[in-house]
């Protein structure tokens, strides 16, 4: 990152290289929690992403323009206010900017990353820098030689959890006991995801999350940065759930049968009639059908479906779809757009991630207005997706994705499917 600040004293001058160390950790941290690749490699999209997510765990909205100008996509003549830098430190469980600056002192930092219009010193002045920069390094080195010799142990370890309802949205009462351990930090993940990482306090018992859409979830407790506990939990749909994918709480559609011959929808009407303006900002929609009753071991597997996007209004220029398979061992998403928006397109097979932007998807690129046939075959350890009988991607499993559990199919703005099966 870097700033051009003009620097009056030695005081404001320390106080802002403090700063901006703090900004670069916070930025390294947020780089490692998403595990998305090198950051001078992401695109607008990208930004676009982790904006989303920091107002899914913070309800702050930060705008793409503000995360490019704090990782120095943009030039930027100034530092983020404290209430960008609230959100940032509460998207890394902090509470907030104050309690994650209060966490160890920085060490000395390499000037060649930072642009400051320095004061001018004094030759007692530099050698009085050298030894404080000295005299910090000695204590960090030291604070990290005793951080990394500490061996995490544990016994007795709690972790269960109880959906208290049927269907959604739904609570889920996590139980947990990790009072015999020796852990500074403890932490619920309600899947693989990692976003989904919440931290709680070490001597409770107790934490309640409420769940808003069907899934396979594998929750997992963590201390320290240790996965020491998890267990499968599935929130079922109670047949075939339609949403409008609102934040921070989807609008729950009525239900529709669907039998063979039938055509379960979302439609335009249905944004109209909920009050969506979709003028304003584009929802996605979605259709669940998650069941415990429903499971097919990946060993052997077939989905096929036909579906469009219908969407008539304006924007959602791209009619992307997105079919999604939940698995106990992960995920796959198939993402469907026009032949003009593939590089915005992003796969998941399992929990590899599959970019667009540095992968060639142009197979997936397709006009959604007419029916596609969409089939997605497992077998051997190996994966074939076909389009309409054309193979656009086929390669092999890093590991076993375990039962298929249940899908979902997401429309950008609205879209139709007139067959779906598994088997």
């Given at each position: 990152m870097r700033f051009s600040i003009a620097i009056e004293n030695n005081r404001d001058y320390k106080q802002m290289k403090t700063e901006i160390f703090y900004i670069e950790r916070c930025r390294q941290?947020?780089?490692?929690?998403l595990a998305w690749g090198n950051s001078g490699e992401w695109q607008n999209q990208d930004f676009e992403n982790l904006s989303e997510r920091i107002f899914e765990k913070t309800k702050v909205s930060l705008s793409s323009s503000t995360l490019k100008r704090i990782w120095g996509k943009v030039h930027y003549t100034g530092?983020?206010?404290?209430?960008?830098?609230?959100?940032?430190?509460?998207?890394?469980?902090?509470?907030?900017?104050?309690?994650f600056t209060s966490n160890g002192l920085p060490p000395a930092i390499n000037q060649e990353t930072i642009s400051l219009v320095k004061p001018k010193k004094t030759v007692v002045q530099t050698y009085w820098w050298l030894a404080i920069t000295l005299f910090l390094g000695v204590l960090i080195t030291f604070g990290?030689?005793?951080?990394?010799?500490?061996?995490?142990?544990f016994e007795q370890i709690v972790f269960t959890s109880k959906p208290v309802t049927f269907g959604v949205p739904n609570t889920v009462i996590f139980n947990y006991d990790v009072t015999k351990s020796n852990a500074d930090s403890v932490f619920i993940q309600q899947s693989w995801d990692i976003k989904r990482r919440y931290k709680v306090a070490k001597h409770l018992h107790e934490y309640a999350s409420t769940y808003y859409t069907p899934g396979y979830f594998r929750a997992k407790l963590?201390?320290?940065?240790?996965?020491?506990?998890?267990?499968?939990?599935?929130?079922?749909?109670?047949?075939?759930?339609?949403?409008?994918?609102?934040?921070?709480?989807?609008?729950?559609?009525?239900?529709?049968?669907f039998e063979k011959n039938?055509?379960?929808?979302?439609t335009d009407d249905d944004l109209l009639k909920n009050k969506v303006d979709f003028n304003k900002e584009l929802p996605w929609v979605s259709l669940f059908n998650v069941s415990k009753q429903r499971q097919y071991s990946s060993q052997s597997f077939e989905m096929e479906t036909i579906l469009r996007n219908t969407f008539k209004g304006k924007g959602g220029a791209c009619k992307q779809i997105k079919i999604i398979l939940f698995s106990t061992n992960g995920i796959i998403v198939l993402p469907l757009s026009i032949k003009g928006c593939v590089g915005e397109l992003e796969m998941f097979i399992g929990e590899e991630?599959?970019?667009?932007?540095?992968?060639?998807?142009?197979?997936?690129?397709?006009?959604t207005d007419d029916w596609i046939?969409?089939?997605?075959?497992?077998?051997?350890?190996?994966?074939?997706?076909?389009?309409?009988?054309?193979?656009?991607?086929?390669?092999?499993?890093?590991?076993?994705?375990?039962?298929?559990?249940?899908?979902?199919?997401?429309?950008?703005?609205?879209?139709?499917v007139k067959k779906f099966a598994m088997r």
């Open positions: 941290l947020i780089e490692t929690k530092l983020p206010n404290i209430s960008t830098l609230n959100a940032l430190a509460q998207f890394l469980d902090y509470e907030n900017w104050r309690a990290a030689f005793f951080k990394i010799s500490k061996v995490l142990t963590i201390l320290n940065d240790s996965i020491v506990k998890e267990h499968d939990l599935l929130i079922e749909s109670d047949g075939w759930l339609r949403t409008i994918d609102t934040k921070p709480q989807p609008i729950y559609l009525s239900k529709l049968s039938d055509i379960l929808n979302i991630r599959i970019s667009g932007k540095t992968t060639n998807l142009s197979a997936f690129g397709i006009n046939t969409v089939k997605c075959i497992i077998k051997n350890q190996r994966i074939n997706i076909l389009i309409n009988n054309n193979i656009a991607y086929e390669g092999g499993l890093k590991h076993s994705l375990g039962q298929i559990v249940g899908s979902r199919i997401s429309f950008l703005g609205a879209g139709e």
